[in-house]
Every structure is written in structure tokens, then in C-alpha cells.
């Protein structure tokens, strides 16, 4: 099956404690991207990947470092996690331009 | 002034009826236009997407892009109860379609 999927679904943790969230893709997508949506804020863009050891920084890229070693990982780091970093985070897959995003479902951090 | 507005809701609907969801949008360098459609404690699923100015059509979904007024439209017709969810709008500020910004969403009740 086609899909997204990150890792894990939900987390709690406390403030500077360096952690990851993991995304897999296996569509063969070139481009990738992570999100977070927060009430009344909804889905805004932390960054992007156009290609293996490409990205850019999104809207919202402060206390965000990604890396892009494979084709099919985006891993997002939060090297010490603050409470405003407490979100619902998405992780996307594009085939490319034209064509829509395809998200996972979503990680939970709530950050104490 | 916020990018995109859309008017967050909730609309409620009869069944059948038809729904029209908009925003508005204040950079006239958009150019990628889509409607995503997420389903509580689920990740956003594209709906449609569209280039240039004009309508789009799939199923009981129409999308309108309007770009002179900076506006954009998804109508929904004969909505049924399973169309309950928020929907957000979302646009590319660059040419790979790539670097989005989305709407907050309206959240959408049709009622059986």
C-alpha cells in the first residue's frame, strides 16, 4: 500500500530533550515536507525537500533541523524541544510538481 | 494581513444540499491552487487541484479559481454526511509547487 508513515503516532517529553520523528515514504516520491497544525493556525510548513540533500526552510523552521540522506526518509530532529513546540505534526510526499502532497498521519508531541 | 482567509466554520448542511467553502488570498504570486480534505485525527487527503483561473470539475467536487479577485471556491454537490470534515485551502508561492501555505480550514457538518 501506497503511503506515508511516521513515527511514533504520539509522544510525550520534557523540555531539551533532543528527539526525532521519523518519516518513510515508499512511492518513490521526489519531494517531501513537514508540517505542523495547531488550532486556529492551521498546517504550516517547517520545511522542504525537493531532492536527496536538498531543503529549504518553510514558514516555521526555528528549533527544526531535517535531513534528506535517502530518497524515501525526511527525519525531523528538535534538538531541545521547547512547550511551543507542542503540535500536531504532519509529514508529506509529492511526486512532484502538479501534483499534491500525500500526508501521513500524523504525530502528537506534547512537549512538558 | 494574513496570506489566505478562510472562513473557519462550522457550516452545517442538510443532506443534499450544496456547499460552497472559499478563500481569499493576498499574494497574486500564487499560482498552485488545492483543496485538501481531513477527516478528524486523520492527515489531509488532496482533493483537487488547479493551475490557472477557471473551474475544474470531479465527481460532485468543482473547484474555482478566480484569480484577478484572488479567490478561490469548491463547491460540493449533493453532500452527503460522510463530506463531514474541514477543509483547507492551500497554495504554492513557487514555481515547483513546493513551498505552501494553507488556509485554517472550515469545518463542515452535513447533517443526514
Known amino acids: 500500500e501506497a503511503q506515508v508513515t511516521q513515527n511514533p503516532r504520539y509522544l510525550i517529553t520534557v523540555t531539551g530533550k533532543k528527539l526525532t520523528v521519523t518519516c518513510s515514504q515508499n512511492m518513490n516520491h521526489e519531494y517531501m515536507s513537514w508540517y505542523r497544525q495547531d488550532p486556529g493556525l492551521g498546517l504550516r510548513q517547517i520545511y522542504y525537500s525537493m531532492n536527496v540533500e536538498v531543503t529549504d526552510k518553510g514558514d516555521v523552521p526555528e528549533g527544526y533541523k531535517v535531513s534528506r540522506k535517502e530518497k524515501r526518509n525526511f527525519p525531523l530532529i528538535l534538538e531541545s524541544p521547547s512547550p511551543n513546540q507542542t503540535s500536531l505534526y504532519f509529514c508529506?510526499?509529492?511526486?512532484?510538481?502538479?501534483?499534491?502532497?500525500?500526508f501521513g498521519s500524523g504525530t502528537r508531541l506534547t512537549v512538558v | 494581513q494574513k496570506e489566505v482567509e478562510q472562513d473557519p466554520g462550522p457550516l452545517s448542511v442538510p443532506e443534499g444540499a450544496i456547499v460552497s467553502l472559499n478563500c481569499t488570498y493576498s499574494n497574486s504570486a500564487f499560482q498552485y491552487f488545492m483543496w485538501y480534505r481531513q477527516y478528524s485525527r486523520k492527515g489531509p487527503e488532496l482533493l483537487m487541484y488547479t493551475y490557472s483561473s477557471g473551474n475544474k470539475e470531479d465527481g460532485r467536487f468543482t473547484a474555482q479559481v478566480d484569480k484577478s479577485s484572488k479567490y478561490i471556491s469548491l463547491f460540493i454537490r449533493d453532500s452527503q454526511p460522510s463530506d463531514s470534515a474541514t477543509y483547507l485551502c492551500?497554495?504554492?508561492?513557487?514555481?515547483?509547487?513546493?513551498?505552501?501555505?494553507f488556509g485554517p480550514g472550515t469545518r463542515l457538518s452535513v447533517l443526514p
Open positions: 492551500a497554495m504554492a508561492r513557487d514555481n515547483y509547487g513546493q513551498n505552501f501555505v
Open positions: 508529506a510526499s509529492s511526486f512532484g510538481s502538479y501534483y499534491g502532497y500525500t
